[in-house]
C-alpha cells in the first residue's frame, strides 16, 4: 500500500497568517499516461464528515475558496491557506488514489 | 441540494452482524461509483469498499476481505455494506462517499460527496 505522510501533526497559527502542510507518499503519484497527480484534499471539522477541497493535487473543487490552494508533484504535495480564518479550524487530510487501496494521511490539526 | 444519509449503526457484540444502508437523493445515483471510508475514534480516515456504478465491479481493504460485503439497489438510490464477524477493532463511523471518477471501474479515486456517517460499536 502506498503510505501518506503528513507533516506537521498539528500547529497553531494567528487569524490571517498562512498555513502550510505537507504530505509525502512513499511512491509517485504522477500518472505518466495523463500527467495527473493522483492526490486530493479534504478539511474535516469537529462532528463533521470530511470536505473535499482540492483534487488532482491542485483542482480546487467547486465552492471551495481561492484561499485554499493544493501544489506539488510525484511525491511531494503542499496544501496551503493563504490567510488562516476562523472557520478553518479543522482537520486535514490527504488521499492518494494513485494505487488501491485508497490511502489517506494521518491528518494535520490546524488551531488559532 | 445533493443528500447521503446513512442508517443501520449500533452496539454489537464482537462476531455479530450488522448492515449499514446509506440513502442518496437529489443526483443520479445509477452515475457513480460508491465507496464505504470509516473512522475509528479520535483516528484517521480509512478506506473500505468500492462498488461500481452497475455494481459488477467491487473492492475491499484488506482488513474488512472476506467478512463486508457491498452492494447496491440503484431502484432504490441505497448503497448497503454487510458486515460479518465484526470485530472490537472494526468500531468506527463509517462514511458511504461518492467518487465522481470511478464509474465502472473498482478503482477508488476522490470523495466529493459524503454522508454524516454511522457509528458502529464493536463491544462485548
Known amino acids: 500500500d502506498i503510505v501518506m505522510t503528513q507533516s506537521p501533526d498539528s500547529l497553531a497559527v494567528s487569524l490571517g497568517e498562512r498555513v502550510t502542510i505537507n504530505c509525502k507518499a512513499s511512491?509517485?503519484?504522477?500518472?505518466?499516461?495523463?500527467?495527473?497527480?493522483?492526490l486530493a484534499w479534504y478539511q474535516q471539522k469537529s462532528g463533521q464528515p470530511p470536505k473535499l477541497l482540492i483534487y488532482?493535487?491542485?483542482t480546487r473543487e467547486s465552492g471551495v475558496l481561492d484561499r485554499f490552494n493544493g501544489s506539488g508533484s510525484g511525491t511531494d504535495f503542499t496544501l496551503t491557506i493563504s490567510s488562516l480564518q476562523a472557520e478553518d479550524v479543522a482537520v486535514y487530510y490527504c488521499?492518494?488514489?494513485?494505487?488501491?487501496?485508497?490511502?489517506f494521511g494521518q491528518g494535520t490539526k490546524v488551531e488559532i | 441540494q445533493v443528500h447521503l444519509v446513512e442508517s443501520g449503526g449500533g452496539v454489537v457484540q464482537p462476531g455479530g452482524s450488522l448492515r449499514l444502508s446509506c440513502a442518496a437523493s437529489?443526483?443520479?445515483?445509477?452515475?457513480?461509483?460508491m465507496n464505504w471510508v470509516r473512522q475509528a475514534p479520535g483516528q484517521g480516515l480509512e478506506w473500505v469498499a468500492i462498488?461500481?456504478?452497475?455494481?459488477?465491479?467491487?473492492y475491499y481493504a484488506d482488513s474488512v476481505k472476506g467478512r463486508f460485503t457491498i452492494s447496491r439497489d440503484n431502484s432504490k438510490n441505497t448503497l448497503y455494506l454487510q458486515m460479518n464477524s465484526l470485530r472490537v477493532e472494526d468500531t468506527a463511523v463509517y462514511y458511504c462517499?461518492?467518487?465522481?471518477?470511478?464509474?465502472?471501474?473498482?478503482?477508488?479515486?476522490?470523495?466529493?460527496?459524503w454522508g454524516q456517517g454511522s457509528l458502529v460499536a464493536v463491544s462485548s
Open positions: 437529489d443526483f443520479t445515483f445509477s452515475k457513480y461509483a
Open positions: 511512491q509517485s503519484l504522477l500518472f505518466t499516461s495523463d500527467n495527473k497527480n493522483y
Open positions: 462498488i461500481s456504478y452497475g455494481g459488477e465491479n467491487k
Open positions: 488532482w493535487a491542485s
Open positions: 462517499a461518492r467518487d465522481p471518477v470511478a464509474g465502472n471501474r473498482h478503482v477508488p479515486f476522490y470523495f466529493d460527496l
Open positions: 488521499q492518494q488514489f494513485y494505487g488501491t487501496p485508497a490511502t
